[in-house]
């Protein structure tokens, strides 16, 4: 699975929203790059799919893709 494909769907969304929302609450550099304005944009765009999808795509590097991919997967 290409990292940069990963895609949120409505059925893989909770358990996407819950694993990033889990990782914001728990690192406070997380993601690495200007957290705060992660977290702030977070909470606009963690509303539907398609926004978390765009959320992913602007804040995560390919490592925190996987896992996020790899949440998804064990959540099925």
Same mark, same amino acid.
């Not at 406070?28 to 705060?36: A, L």
């Not at 509303?47 to 765009?54: C, E, H, K, W």
């Given at each position: 699975m290409a990292t940069r494909n990963t895609r949120i769907t409505e059925s893989s969304y909770e358990a996407a929203r819950e694993y990033l929302q889990r990782q914001l609450e728990t690192h406070?550099?997380? =993601?690495?790059?200007? =957290?705060?304005v992660a977290r702030q944009e977070f909470k606009l765009m963690q509303?539907?799919?398609?926004?978390?999808?765009?959320w992913c795509k602007k804040w995560l590097d390919s490592g925190?893709?996987?896992?996020?991919?790899?949440?998804?997967?064990?959540?099925d």
């Open positions: 406070s550099w997380w =993601p690495t790059e200007q =957290p705060g509303g539907d799919a398609r926004a978390l999808n765009v925190q893709m996987r896992r996020l991919a790899k949440a998804m997967q064990n959540h």
